[in-house]
C-alpha cells in the first residue's frame, strides 16, 4: 500500500493564498494521475483539479485562473498552489493518486482550509 499526507492547509483571510503538499511514501510508477479533492460542510466531495503522468492538467471551472496543480516524480510529491482564495474554497482537501485501468486508488487523510474573513 502507500501512504498519501498533506500538509500546508489552515486558516486564511479571502483573497489570500496557501500551498498545499501531498507526499507518498513511495514512488509510483506507470501511467497515473495525481489529483485534489474537496470536500465542504454538507456537500459532497468534488474534484479540484488533476495532473497526469506528463504533465497535463485539468481544473474545475472554480478554481480554474486561481490554483496551480503540480508535481515532483523525483520526490513523490504533489502540490496544489491556492491564490485569490475565497470563501467558498473552505474544504476539507484530499490528494488522491490512480492508477491507469483500475490498478489501484490512494487517498490521503485530508487537510482543513478554512477561508475566513
Known amino acids: 500500500q502507500v501512504q498519501l499526507v498533506e500538509s500546508g492547509g489552515g486558516l486564511v483571510q479571502p483573497g489570500g493564498s496557501l500551498r498545499l503538499s501531498c507526499a507518498a511514501s513511495?514512488?509510483?510508477?506507470?501511467?497515473?494521475?495525481m489529483g485534489w479533492y474537496r470536500q465542504a460542510p454538507g456537500k459532497e466531495r468534488e474534484l479540484v483539479a488533476y495532473i497526469g503522468s506528463i504533465g497535463t492538467t485539468n481544473y474545475a471551472d472554480s478554481v480554474k485562473g486561481r490554483f496551480t496543480i503540480s508535481r515532483d516524480n523525483a520526490k513523490n510529491t504533489i502540490d496544489l498552489q491556492m491564490n485569490s482564495l475565497k470563501p467558498e474554497d473552505t474544504a476539507v482537501y484530499y490528494c488522491?493518486?490512480?492508477?491507469?485501468?483500475?490498478?489501484?486508488?490512494?487517498w490521503g487523510q485530508g487537510t482543513q482550509v478554512t477561508v475566513s474573513s
Open positions: 488522491n493518486i490512480k492508477g491507469a485501468y483500475g490498478t489501484y486508488n490512494y
Open positions: 513511495r514512488r509510483l510508477l506507470g501511467i497515473n494521475t
